[in-house]
């Protein structure tokens, strides 16, 4: 079991950074696979980013490459996100995921535990 808790969202103007932070809670944090997700308002949940339970290997959705990265340190049970030259449209509830998994899941489906999301909201 893992717990997740996202935490570093807020307001910001458009052109600033902001880096989001998610907390695990166990022992086998390194182990999972993690992947940062976003739902605007009235959309589907849509895939951002994932990271190999080593750190070694990233995915990013094609249209946010660039401007946001995604890390991990495992001796602190952290995953972040670092997101640059924010826009308007970057404007969602942003959610942490976890998957026991070598590979680099895109899909929402594919990942067992949840944090609660944290707001992003981008001022224009």
């Known amino acids: 079991q893992v717990q997740l808790v996202e935490s570093g969202g807020g307001l910001v103007q458009a052109g600033g950074s902001l880096r989001l932070s998610c907390a695990a809670s166990?022992?086998?944090?390194?182990?999972?696979?993690m992947g940062w997700f976003r739902q605007a308002p009235g959309k589907e949940r849509e895939f951002v980013a994932s990271i190999s339970w080593g750190g070694g290997s990233t995915h990013y959705v094609d249209s946010l490459k660039g401007r946001f990265t995604i890390s991990r340190d495992n001796a602190k049970n952290t995953v972040y996100l670092q997101m640059n030259s924010l826009k308007p449209e970057d404007t969602a509830v942003y959610f942490c995921?976890?998957?026991?998994?070598?590979?680099?899941?895109?899909?929402?489906?594919?990942?067992?535990?949840w944090g609660q999301g944290t707001q992003v909201t981008v001022s224009s």
């Open positions: 166990g022992r086998t944090f390194s182990s999972y696979a």
């Open positions: 995921a976890a998957k026991l998994t070598l590979s680099l899941p895109p899909y929402a489906d594919d990942y067992d535990f």
